[in-house]
């Protein structure tokens, strides 16, 4: 495998459904993030992770709850959505602490909820 | 707060023609970055071409080029004879740095860019 890669590509669950995004990156990088794109707004980014700590919630609801139990792999999980949540989850990895690095995107996991 | 504006929603055109596609950012910072990138219908944003506030100059990379002007606050990306397999959302994008790490990339609305055969 190479770059960022996310499993599920689409995932269809329920409001009352418990479900888990995966994200991993196999550049070496020590950031990754998470952002929702939907039809209704620009990319949004949810959560900033920098070797394996939360450096940024952005003000996301609490019923999405992430995890990076490393500096590869990063989890998004999910309880009890609405359906405005339905979007596509995009998850990127950069290099830390230059403010001119790339991020790179996985193919993203394509989430409705019903 | 920072801001990224791209009012053209989506454009089409015929093979070969040129492309521009128009950025306007806002921000207060006096170091950043503007970025654009490219989505393809398969979803994930591929990284195209990055410049850095102190410099304006501006370059060619193939059929890509880019247009900063500070002065207007505006980054415009230009694909010359363009190609069917060009047709994907583009997405500028202005980065700012955490005090942590890592940084925050805000994203402009995108722009749809069809180019018929």
């Known amino acids: 495998e190479t770059g960022v890669t996310q499993t599920p590509r689409h995932l269809v669950m329920g409001m009352t459904n418990k479900k888990s995004l995966k994200c991993e990156q196999h550049l070496g990088h020590n950031a990754m993030y998470w952002y929702k794109q939907s039809a209704k707004k620009p990319l949004e980014l949810m959560f900033v992770?920098?070797?394996?700590?939360?450096?940024e919630n952005n003000s996301v609801p609490s019923r999405f709850s992430p995890e990076c139990p490393n500096s590869s792999h990063l989890f998004l999980h999910l309880h009890t959505l609405q359906p405005e949540d339905s979007a596509l989850y995009l998850c990127?990895?950069?290099?830390?602490?230059?403010?001119?690095?790339?991020?790179?995107f996985g193919p993203g996991t394509r989430l409705t909820v019903l | 707060a920072q801001k990224v504006t791209q009012a053209q929603t989506e454009i089409s055109v015929v093979e070969k023609e040129d492309v521009t596609l128009d950025c306007v950012y806002e921000t207060r910072d006096t170091t950043y970055y503007l970025f654009w990138y490219k989505q393809p219908p398969s979803g994930e944003l591929v990284f195209l071409i990055r410049r850095n506030s102190f410099d304006e100059q501006n370059e060619i990379s193939g059929r890509y080029s880019w247009n900063f002007q500070k002065s207007t606050s505006s980054f415009n990306f230009t694909i010359t004879a363009s190609q069917v397999v060009d047709s994907a959302v583009y997405f500028c994008?202005?980065?700012?740095?955490?005090?942590?790490?890592?940084?925050?990339?805000?994203f402009g609305g995108g722009t749809r860019v069809l180019v018929k055969p």
């Open positions: 994008a202005l980065s700012e740095a955490y005090e942590a790490a890592g940084n925050k990339l805000t």
């Open positions: 992770y920098s070797l394996e700590e939360r450096v």
């Open positions: 990127a990895s950069s290099q830390e602490g230059s403010l001119g690095d790339e991020q790179f």
